[in-house]
């Protein structure tokens, strides 16, 4: 069984569309995070949630929603989609809501707008 | 501020050289963990290793090693009689002991060609 699950692996989608990802891990994890990877291989941190509540959030456009509908589930919901959103987005869990223990990584989708 | 710092952008060895790839830490935490990742071209995000701060032990797991130096902030990793399939991008990645998200360095693109 994959530990961290994201869907779809590929997203190829017209300026303007509305479109989101999932996100599913079986880890027990309480933690899950959406991160942004650029061309250049950037990690940006967006989103965390612990437990269904958000954590971190950071200066991400509101077109940008995420959302938890329990503790094994984390989607990323995107309106208006532009071409600067283009990207490699990553879920990943952690046991706990500190970071100390580490990250396990989804396999990413990579998001194209054209 | 925590920072973390991978000066090596690109290095680039023959098969079977050993290589070193460098990782320098900025925290004022006494407690803090340090980690690497690797991306291979595949895309996906692997775990390789966690120390925190109260451990200078040198680990080693097979071809990889990691050479932890609280006296000169730096985790440095070397892959032994390096392959073709060690070709990926290395991140260096920190956390202190109350952070609740990783710092992650701008990574290393490893080419090990044949």
């Known amino acids: 069984d994959t530990a961290v699950s994201q869907t779809p692996k590929y997203l190829v989608t017209q300026m303007g569309n509305d479109k989101s990802i999932k996100c599913e891990q079986n880890l027990g994890h309480d933690t899950m995070y959406w991160y942004k990877q650029d061309s250049k291989k950037f990690l940006k941190i967006m989103f965390s949630?612990?437990?269904?509540?958000?954590?971190i959030n950071e200066t991400v456009p509101n077109r940008f929603s995420p959302k938890s509908p329990d503790k094994a589930h984390l989607n990323l919901h995107i309106n208006s989609l532009e071409l600067g959103d283009s990207a490699v987005y990553f879920c990943?869990?952690?046991?706990?809501?500190?970071?100390?223990?580490?990250?396990?990584f989804g396999s990413g989708t990579r998001l194209t707008v054209v | 501020a925590q920072k973390v710092t991978q000066a090596q952008t690109e290095i680039s060895v023959v098969e079977k050289e050993d290589v070193t790839l460098d990782c320098v830490y900025e925290t004022r935490d006494t407690t803090y963990y340090l980690f690497w990742y690797k991306q291979p071209p595949s895309g996906e995000l692997v775990f390789l290793i966690r120390?925190?701060?109260?451990d200078e032990q040198n680990e080693i797991s097979g071809r990889y090693s990691w050479n932890f130096q609280k006296s000169t902030s730096s985790f440095n990793f070397t892959i032994t009689a390096s392959q073709v399939v060690d070709s990926a991008v290395y991140f260096c990645a920190s956390s202190g002991g109350n952070n609740r998200k990783l710092i992650w360095g701008l990574g290393t693109s490893l080419a090990v060609n044949p």
């Open positions: 949630y612990n437990n269904k509540e958000l954590i």
């Open positions: 990943a869990s952690s046991q706990t809501v500190m970071a100390y223990y580490g990250y396990t």
């Open positions: 120390r925190n701060s109260f």
